[in-house]
């Protein structure tokens, strides 16, 4: 039954082939990937003409945690600056709040818990399809930002994170950005806590971001540094972050 | 794909002016009716465009986590669906479709296919069924979202110039008459019985519902499911999440619906095919449909 399940499919299989090959090649072309990446920008222009400006993400209760919340690409990363940060508890992390700032700062572990926090239950949707529900405590990143002073001509929010990934350079290490009107959302946090326990390293630990209008990998773990730019042009490829230089949209929130 | 059903009753006029228009063929009498909204062929090839590229982009998407749940949530341990690759402890490795906790073994197909080099592969569906071919969310993604928008756009002007025409109205909502003989005609259909004379000039009420079910239900539902799935879509409209009761249970839906879509296309195809396929296919493109005399057929 199996192998002629298999006979049947390979014969579709040679057929598909040669009428997709096409679409394969198509698929490939930089110049196609444009044209199709134009409908990314116009969803995020409609979705915020339609959506109103600032409305939050809808927030769960406590009956409906995930049990189990699957933990995402970098899940204990591979660095010994990083490690070493984590054998200490993270007390000598800092986070590093620089760029287009007129006053660059440096926040420990404790200047973050000392400020205003935000704890909400949201659901978290990676890019895959799947969804799991977690109740995340946090500074908000607008009184993070705030106490750097941004410039005018800031627009983006860049965050260099602890994790080395596979794709780019030897050193590199994940990256990500969102726009300054994502970033003074009262939903995005910088999350020290997970489920009222402290933050575990395979979450991000000391620190995650939380963006909870967009898809996972906008998400960044292990923060290290948040840097204000006028644009993202200079960052790895150029399109915004790690996902984005592998060809995934900018705007995640489809 | 709905509008270019070939015949429609196009207002009784249109057809009389085509019928002394057209050469009458023996035993038959050449109809002219318009394409609904004077281009339904057109509408209905970027349909068929939009939804094989919708479809098998939407493959490639599940690929990246082939598994289906209900609620909010991924329950992980316990899918509805899922296309899972087993690796047995002697032997190959082996395609399995779980289906409310019942596993079968799909190798070849589902779970676990060769590409068109030969070489296995665990994943959901095969790389024939998916665009681009290799396993790619990235491109999937792009693909969706662009055919996606094209696809809504094309749908909201058949939508609007049907409802400002009158051919939704006119040929698509079916007579208390017919729908009391909903049962025969049925019937009819199962035998391969298609209606002749001036029946065959509109949409029989099957036709009817059938079509109604897909351009009321079916495409809307695809569309809002689809949108359900965008974290923006729900901050700003929460009440979508309430009513496809969570954003996996309107991924399921979303699923399902494409699926029903394909169902619906293959009996289309089928009917156009087993109903006389060069007459229903000239309909499509020029609006001229052969009509065999129903008093020949009584004799």
Redesign the interface.
Known sequence: M??I??RV??A??????LL?GG??RL??DPTV?R??????R??RVV?RL???TQ????E?TEA?L???F?SNGTSDPDDDDYQELAANGFTDWRLQVDGLVRNPTKLSLSDLRAMPSRTQIT?H?????????GKWKGVPLAEVMQQAEPQPSARYAVFHCADPMENGNPNTKYYESIDLHEAVHPQTILAYEMNDKTLPVAHGAPVRLRV????GYKMAKYVMRIELVADYAHLGDGKGGY?ED????WYA?? | MTAGVGKGRGGGRECERGAERGAPEPGSAMAFDLPALGGGAHHALINVLCLTILLMSGLQIFNAHPALYWGNLSDFDHPILALTSDQPANGSPKGVTTLFGHRIETTGVLGLSRDSNGQAWARGFPSWATLPGEQSLAEGRLWHFFFAWIFVINGAVYILAGLASGHLRRDLIPSWHDLRRIGRTAWDHLLFRFPKGDEARRYNVLQQLAYLLVIVAFLPVIVLAGLTMSPRMDAAFPLLVTVFDGRQSARTVHFILAWALVAFVLVHVFMVIVSGVWNNLRSMLTGRYAIEDAKHEAE
């Open positions: 199996a192998l399940a298999e499919a390979g579709t299989g040679t057929l598909g082939t997709l679409c394969d698929s490939d990937q044209m199709l990446g134009s409908a990314t116009l969803t979705q339609i959506g109103g409305p939050l993400a809808p769960y409906d995930s049990p189990h699957k659901r949707d990676c890019v895959e399809g799947w969804s799991c529900i909870e209008r967009q898809l996902w592998q060809g995934y949209a929130g489809i």
